[in-house]
């Protein structure tokens, strides 16, 4: 399964140098990772009402920055799982203007729960199966 | 040469499950390098006007997340040239609170002009001897 | 003239009690300001090279906030200019989820020019009539 | 009771006219609450846990930007609790760099508790009276 979805790069996103100031990439990878689990079906409410989680936060991630953005630039983000472990997964992002590849990150996230200590704690979970489904079909 | 600032984690850093959002540590990162280039004389002006350059640009950067971190946290971020190379140097960010290491990212990236071909391209030059010098002293 | 575009509430937007962080409308209502400029024909190039201004930077901004947003929220943002002065003109952006308003804003911005005395100061001129009249048509 | 406290400029705040992207100063502001909030023992914790309150949400925002604000700028903001109604209090935030006014904020905000129909819905509360002597004292 993979999602694309078209972003507007805003002024306000960019710098004094007029390109993307960098963080904003990691801003649209994390909304391009919401359109990909909506699109299996996984929800903020589903992750927490069906599976007791409170989503699915992020452990590393890093972006290679290959061409620089500027305002008015119309981009695409295309989205995907490449890799399972057991608690871990991989979301690859490539952001596209046109046909050229202009950065590409990865995310490294876990299913995690809240501590039941009462602690705001929260801890990874191996990843359910139900999920790696959803997010694996096409 | 290190530089250490204490960073405050604000109520609208924090996210639905009350923990940072992972791009601001960008954000932080980002600001942390500024100070240390300001540590070492580098403020953008001085990028500009003694070295005709726009900046140091990311080409890359990473984070591991180690433990959220919440409205309220004090942390400090320490951050410093951990490698040279012709074109390129690595940038380390160490986000504490108290002793604990929270998160660590690694920028990479370079000294870069504009274009002077009246695009707005811009492109890597070699890394100037003065600012390697300049950010290696303690 | 109005321009209606769709924003997508991302979760990046919301904060721990799980309703968008208000500096992110006004955020919105300058990407909205950006793309009724454009509708008009008035992109940053426009602004910097027909009329020699850096844009048509903020003198105040106002919004009340009617109906807090959620993640997953699709609203819709229409803006156009409500009033004209010499220097100064206002424009409105109505934020809808369906046709219930959620916030309205209104920005007052002027045209703004590069002092010419080697600061980095700007000044607001009177506007153009080009662009009062850009902004006006249907 | 007033709060002043230093925020530092940052590279990443600035826009393509090197000036802060305006949306910066709400979220200074809404930073800035959160300081004299908890000046006044009013922790996100004590809002729940004491009061059985959200928060103190915005119903409405307004600045006025009266000199723009640089990369590397010192600024300090006070703020405080102008005026009170039964469901609303009125914060004003003064942002000066050295005794220069740059801008000038009001949030109108209220205190607000969880509907309890199930439904993700606030509602806003008339102010507790302790919440009132809280922040106005000295």
Redesign the interface.
């Known amino acids: 399964m993979k999602n694309t979805h078209a972003v ?1 790069v ?3 996103d ?6 993307v ?4 990439f ?2 649209w990878f ?2 391009s990772a ?1 359109r990909l689990f ?1 699109k299996a079906g996984l ?2 409410d589903v992750f927490r009402q069906e599976y007791g989680l ?2 699915a ?9 290959i061409t ?1 953005l ?3 630039d119309s981009i695409e983000i295309t989205s995907y799982v490449n890799s399972w472990q057991r608690k871990t997964f991989h979301l690859v992002h490539e952001v596209l203007r046109g046909t050229e590849l202009c950065a590409q990150g990865v995310e490294i996230r876990v299913c995690a729960e809240r501590l039941t200590d009462g602690s ?1 704690g ?1 801890r990874a979970v191996p990843i359910p199966d139900d999920i790696r489904r959803r997010l694996s079909e096409d």
């Open positions: 507007p805003e002024f306000g960019t710098d004094p140098a007029a390109i100031f960098y963080p904003n990691f801003r994390d909304a919401w909506a929800t903020l409170i989503g936060p992020i452990v590393q991630a890093t972006s290679k920055f620089p500027r305002f008015g705001e929260i």
